[in-house]
Structure formats: structure tokens, C-alpha cells
């Protein structure tokens, strides 16, 4: 019951104070008539002290009693009330659906993960009085109450694909686009989109993530037109990601280096991308290997075992994928054997995006029964948010001794730190100045 007065307090409010004022006007000498007639008469002039503000009722002789104190408070608090009501009704339902005439603004479409990063990058890089439109189709995103209430952010409820959408968003002026969605063929599609609507020589500068290198590849030539594609900026910040795991925390920093051996948990896209950026660094050797754990088929090792791709360094060894879930104990009996007898510096990646699974998986080969594996050095892929709450997690059930290889990789941190390099470098990025 009292959750339920917080949610509707104004409610809540405004039934108490109609009640309120019921009854004191049943005690006070402005109610004339008699009967039945003398209650509706006292609500009647209840509902009016909301609506004309008790202009045609009069006002209680004195405060000599509580009834006429309350009703006192009742007159001023109603009309109050009703105020606030209609300033609630005309900035929610009335100026917020009118489009503001924005330019030289910009426009983020997605407001996901990668759509929020870039969200608060904007705001810490540009001027305040840079106008923000964020085009997001969820309705329930969970980062809508925030944004819509800040009066630099305008908030679109639609298809960034869609043509009336983008025009309403007036994308047409903007001084950029910056697109963060991780479905290409609808990033790909906004470009289509967009690219009737520039006019020439007034084209925003326009950012488009991209997962797939091949897609990009095939639709981009053929399809967009070339003053178009001068002023897009194709990134993967994932790749960047990725790529800063693979060349700061997988390198083997000793005098005389081990071979290495890479063990990757989950191959979604993060795993992908690191699997390639471990093939593609320098050092690797033919005495390095990899192996795979996923729960899905992997075809990207078959492939590579039979056609490795030209310009890679030399191949490792490549193990068979082992196909199942992670929490199987048979999974890390078979990788303990592979590792037995070897003296390779092992890295043990948890890619999953799963931060409790790859932290409980971590803890649990670190405090159990000595093996290749409690000595190898672990990388948990961590969201930052939760860094700081699983490092605690992290000195309550293991020793200092037994966390000294196990890494927490702040994948948020590090996926916002690509967007800056990406989009707001001080080489490609502005000042946003003042929009109209």
C-alpha cells in the first residue's frame, strides 16, 4: 500500500484533498442548502476550489476552527495542484511532440549499449548548448527516463531507417550522424536512406558501425554514391576492443618468451574478434596454439585449418573446438591434458557476456586442486559496471596469491575509450557549436 501512495502521490494528493475539502465545507456556513442537496452543494464547491479557484463560492470567515484552517490550506493547495497538471500535460503531451527546428545538431541513432557510450561521450566533448537527438525505437529502454530529462536531448520513439523518422529527427541539417547499432543491414540501410535526402555540398559528417568487414565490402561500392561515402566513417569498436586485449594483456613480456597458448571460453562476437587479433599479431609463432571452447559449432578454425588466409604470420596450432557449456568439469579435464607436460605461458579468456558465469568459472579454477590451469592467467570479460563490486566479490572468497592471474577486463571502459578514439579524437572530432 505505501509503494503504491509513493508511485501516484499526486494522485493520491489531490483525492485526499478533494476529501478533505468535502467535509470541512459540510462544516462551515457556505454550504446553504439542506438535505441532500447540502452534500452535493459541498462537492460541488470541493470540484471548484480545482477548477475556478472558489471565485464564485466566497472564502471561509475565519480560521477560528480546524475545519476552516483546512479548508484555508485546501483553497490554496487545490488550485496548486491543478497547476501543476496542466504544466505536466502541456511540456509531456503538447510541447514535447512538436519538432524543434534544430541545426548543426547531433543526431545518435540506437541507444543501446553502444548507442548510451556514445551518448555520454557528446555530453562530456561538446558544448552544452549542443543539441542531442537520439532516435531509439524501444519504448522501455531503460535509459529513456534520464535522457528525456534533459532539456539539451531530444528524444524520437521510431525507425532510424525510416525516411519520416530521420526527417523529423531534420538529420538533413545536422552537423553529424553518429550510428551505433550492432545490426549492419540496418545501418547500412539508414546510409540508403539518408543518401536522397543530403543535399550536395551539405552532407554532416556520418559515423556507421560495422561488425562485418564482408558486408561492408559488398554493399557499399555498388550502392552508396561516392560524395556520400567521402564523408561516412566506417569503425568496429569492438574490433578496437579486441584488438587492445590482444596487444596488452596477451603478450608474453619475459626476457625469453614461452610459447603460448590462448584458450577462448564463448566464441560470440567478442570471442570472434579476439580470435582474430590473436591470429593477427606479429608474435605469434608456430609454436603457439589456440584452443576453443563454445557451445555452438565452429566453422571460423575448420576454415582456417584448411585455407589460411594470406598475409596472416605463420599458423599456430589450432585445436578442435571443444563443443560444450563451459560449466561441464570434462571440459576442463580436457584441457588440463592438452596442457600436461607443456611449459607454454597459457591464457585462459572468458568472452562470454556473462560477467557471474566467466567470474564463478575463474574462482572455481583458481581455488581448485592444482593443475595447468590454476596457473594459467585468467581474463575475465567484466562490464565496468560491475568491476568494482566483483573485485570485492573477488578478495572475500580467494587469497591475494591466488587472484595475482586473474584479470578483470573492463569491457566497458574499454569499449567507450574506442568510441572516443573513433568519434570524438581531437583530430577528427569538434567543438559542436550552438544550434538554432
Not at 522501455?140 to 530529462?149: C, K, L, R, V, Y
Not at 545490426?183 to 536522397?196: G, I, Q, R, S, Y
Not at 577486463?409 to 575509450?417: H, S
Amino acid at each position: 500500500m505505501l509503494s503504491w501512495t509513493i508511485r501516484f502521490w499526486k494522485q493520491t494528493l489531490v483525492a485526499l484533498t478533494l476529501l478533505c475539502a468535502f467535509f470541512c465545507f459540510l462544516q462551515s456556513d457556505l454550504v446553504t442548502a439542506a438535505g441532500i442537496m447540502r452534500y452535493l452543494q459541498a462537492l460541488y464547491f470541493s470540484l471548484s476550489l480545482f477548477i475556478l479557484g472558489a471565485l464564485d463560492i466566497g472564502f471561509p470567515p475565519d480560521a477560528s476552527t480546524i475545519a476552516d484552517l483546512l479548508l484555508w490550506i485546501c483553497y490554496f493547495l487545490a488550485p496548486l495542484l491543478t497547476a501543476g497538471f496542466l504544466y505536466v500535460f502541456v511540456q509531456e503531451r503538447l510541447l514535447k511532440n512538436l519538432s524543434p527546428r534544430y541545426r548543426h545538431h547531433t543526431v545518435i541513432c540506437g541507444l543501446g549499449r553502444s548507442g548510451k557510450l556514445v551518448f555520454e561521450l557528446a555530453k562530456a566533448n561538446y558544448s552544452k548548448k549542443n543539441k542531442i537527438v537520439i532516435i531509439e525505437a524501444n519504448p522501455d529502454n531503460p535509459h529513456g527516463t534520464e535522457i528525456e530529462n534533459d532539456p539539451a536531448v531530444w528524444w524520437i520513439r521510431g525507425d532510424f531507417t525510416d525516411k519520416l523518422i530521420l526527417k523529423k529527427a531534420r538529420a538533413h541539417q545536422a552537423r553529424e550522424i553518429i550510428i551505433t547499432t550492432n545490426n549492419d543491414f540496418a545501418n547500412l540501410k539508414a546510409l540508403f536512406t539518408l543518401e536522397p535526402m543530403l543535399a550536395p555540398g551539405r552532407v554532416p559528417r556520418i559515423f556507421c558501425h560495422i561488425g562485418d568487414p564482408k558486408l561492408l565490402a559488398t554493399f557499399k561500392d555498388p550502392l552508396l554514391d561516392e560524395t556520400l561515402l567521402n564523408q561516412v566513417h566506417f569503425f568496429n569498436a569492438y574490433d578496437e576492443v579486441t584488438r587492445r586485449l590482444a596487444r596488452n594483456w596477451l603478450q608474453d613480456r619475459a626476457e625469453e618468451p614461452h610459447p603460448r597458448t590462448f584458450i577462448l571460453v564463448g566464441l560470440g562476437r567478442f570471442g570472434r574478434l579476439l580470435l582474430q587479433n590473436i591470429l593477427a599479431d606479429p608474435e605469434l609463432t608456430e609454436e603457439d596454439e589456440i584452443a576453443i571452447v563454445t557451445i555452438q559449432q565452429c566453422y571460423d578454425i575448420a576454415r582456417l585449418k584448411h585455407d589460411w588466409p594470406a598475409g596472416l604470420n605463420q599458423r599456430p596450432r589450432l585445436h578442435e573446438p571443444i563443443i560444450a557449456n563451459a560449466s561441464d568439469p570434462a571440459v576442463w579435464d580436457q584441457l588440463n591434458s592438452m596442457l600436461s607436460g607443456r611449459n607454454n605461458k597459457v591464457y585462459l579468456i572468458l568472452c562470454r557476456d556473462d560477467d557471474i558465469a566467466n567470474l564463478e568459472t575463474a574462482i572455481t579454477l583458481k581455488t581448485g586442486p592444482a593443475s595447468p590451469l590454476q596457473q594459467a592467467t585468467v581474463i575475465c570479460r567484466i562490464f565496468s559496471k560491475t568491476v568494482k563490486a566483483m573485485s570485492d566479490v573477488l578478495e572475500h572468497k580467494i587469497t591475494r596469491h591466488e587472484q595475482r592471474d586473474l584479470l578483470l577486463f573492463p569491457f566497458q571502459d574499454e569499449l567507450k575509450e574506442a568510441f572516443r578514439e573513433e568519434i570524438f579524437h581531437p583530430d577528427s572530432s569538434r567543438e559542436a557549436g550552438d544550434s538554432d
